[in-house]
Antibody, heavy 118, light 111 residues
Framework: EVQLVESGGGLVQPGGSLRLSCAAS????????MNWVRQAPGKGLEWVSY????????YYADSVKGRFTISRDNAKNSLYLQMNSLRAEDTAVYYC???????????WGQGTLVTVSS | QSVLTQPPSASGTPGQRVTISCSGS????????VYWYQQLPGTAPKLLIY???QRPSGVPDRFSGSKSGTSASLAISGLRSEDEADYYC????????????FGGGTKLTVL
């Protein structure tokens, strides 16, 4: 069974940093590209970042470019999102989502809440 | 402001058929597949439709998708109370370096 479990969320002050993790199991992690998608409270879904299976291709949404860094460790079946210079508007539930070509985001984690507030 | 445009709300009574529209442009819906996601209250999104009109295993055939030009739609027939959820369309956008775009979401209420 495919499982994606996010962790690392919490309360952080504006300008601070946080590192999210996503532990994958139930599939060959190294064969799949992965994404982070976020959802602000009461709002819709917003794609944040994409990383290919070998980390050779990475994309970011303009709203996080230069502040967030996506990475993965295929040996540890883990996906990461390093978030720096956090702003109030980054407050959201962050989901990791598996990306299968032609299937879109076919599996999602349960999400981890990041709150940026003083 | 979302790149893909959806109506904020839709409603229907049990047994009815409802449709949710999703409008985009030539760089996203016009040239790439459309995906639909269902988000039940308090849960993570779930893939509902892929490649415009394909259903993952386990998704009832009451759900169907279609695409024409730069627009797409999700149809739900035989509406049931458990279909009450938020629905999002998504597509890859080829502009700039490429990125995923979502619609703003449609809250479906079963009356």
């Amino acid at each position: 069974e495919v499982q994606l479990v996010e962790s690392g969320g919490g309360l952080v002050q504006p300008g601070g940093s946080l590192r999210l993790s996503c532990a994958a199991s139930g599939f060959t992690f190294s064969s799949y590209s992965m994404n982070w998608v976020r959802q602000a409270p009461g709002k819709g879904l917003e794609w944040v970042s994409y990383i290919s299976s070998s980390s050779s291709t990475i994309y970011y949404a303009d709203s996080v470019k230069g502040r967030f860094t996506i990475s993965r460790d295929n040996a540890k079946n883990s996906l990461y999102l390093q978030m720096n210079s956090l702003r109030a508007e980054d407050t959201a539930v962050y989901y990791c989502a598996r990306n299968t070509r032609g299937l879109g985001f076919d599996y999602w984690g349960q999400g981890t809440l990041v709150t940026v507030s003083s | 402001q979302s790149v893909l445009t959806q109506p904020p709300s839709a409603s229907g009574t049990p047994g009815q058929r409802v449709t949710i529209s999703c409008s985009g442009s030539s760089s996203n819906i016009g040239s790439n597949y459309v995906y639909w996601y269902q988000q039940l209250p308090g849960t993570a999104p779930k893939l509902l439709i892929y490649r415009n009109n394909q259903r993952p295993s386990g998704v009832p055939d009451r759900f169907s998708g279609s695409k024409s030009g730069t627009s797409a739609s999700l149809a739900i027939s035989g509406l049931r109370s458990e279909d009450e959820a938020d629905y999002y369309c998504a597509a890859w956008d080829d502009s700039l370096s490429g990125y995923w775009v979502f619609g703003g979401g449609t809250k479906l209420t079963v009356l």
